[in-house]
């Protein structure tokens, strides 16, 4: 089984400031990492994933994140945000061993103050 | 390409009664899946359809919750004597048959309110 822990739950931060969103995941399988964005009144949408390879991706609007194996983590960074990213943030993890199911964190609300 | 459509976008029901939601996935995916969320928390997996086999389904999908994928198309989802506690928000959401590709395209979600 996997589970996901997003450690804040809201982050304030000023307009052009630097951001990380911390995710934490456990499982007993390998497992591809997502970040999907929600933003008001809108549906999800995929950020950037991490599937093999590279530890370091790269995603939409200047969003990265980084694959820790040995911390089993997944965090999410910008080096500048913008009164735009205010939105709600879900990391998620899927099985690589063939099945499609998903589990998402709780989310992070990210607000950026101008 | 019209992306994940949901109908309805809002119910209210009072406890007791049946409701059907239906979710159109974007027309070249052949995976489809059901997440409830609620309030203050991320997208729970209900269940997952490949074309019109139901693979996985979750313990949470209590014996009064059903979905169905008719030929690999459109889905719906049933909840049969709704209860306070199934008010949330019923996402949809869908994949390509590309194995490679593993995202998940989401619907507007349906909300659902049970007085």
């Known amino acids: 089984a996997q589970s996901v822990t997003q450690l804040d739950s809201q982050v304030p931060v000023f307009e052009e400031a630097p951001v990380e969103l911390r995710c934490n995941y456990s499982?007993?399988?390998?497992?591809?990492l997502f970040w999907y964005v929600q933003y008001p009144n809108q549906g999800l949408q995929l950020l950037l994933k991490?599937?093999?390879?590279?530890?370091l991706v790269k995603g939409i609007n200047g969003f990265e994140a980084e694959f820790n194996k040995s911390q089993t983590s997944f965090h999410l960074r910008k080096p500048s945000v913008h009164i735009s990213d205010t939105a709600e943030y879900f990391c998620?993890?899927?099985?690589?061993?063939?099945?499609?199911?998903?589990?998402f964190g709780a989310g992070t609300r990210l607000f950026v103050k101008a | 390409d019209t992306g994940v459509s949901q109908d309805p976008r809002h119910k209210i029901t009072k406890r007791g009664q049946n409701v059907t939601f239906r979710c159109d996935p974007i027309?070249?995916?052949?995976?489809l899946y059901w997440y409830r969320q609620t309030l203050g928390q991320g997208p729970e997996f209900l269940t997952y359809?490949?074309?019109?086999?139901?693979?996985?389904k979750s313990r949470l999908l209590s014996d009064r919750f059903s979905a169905e994928r008719p030929k690999g198309s459109f889905s719906t989802l049933e909840i049969q004597r709704t209860e306070q506690g199934d008010s949330a928000m019923y996402l949809c959401?869908?994949?390509?048959?590309?194995?490679?590709?593993?995202?998940?395209?989401f619907g507007p979600g349906t909300r659902l309110t049970v007085t």
């Open positions: 998620a993890v899927s099985p690589n061993t063939g099945g499609f199911k998903t589990i």
């Open positions: 359809f490949q074309n019109e086999a139901q693979l996985e």
């Open positions: 991490y599937l093999s390879g590279s530890t």
């Open positions: 027309s070249e995916h052949n995976r």
């Open positions: 499982s007993s399988v390998s497992v591809y």
């Open positions: 959401a869908s994949s390509s048959r590309d194995s490679g590709s593993y995202e998940q395209y």
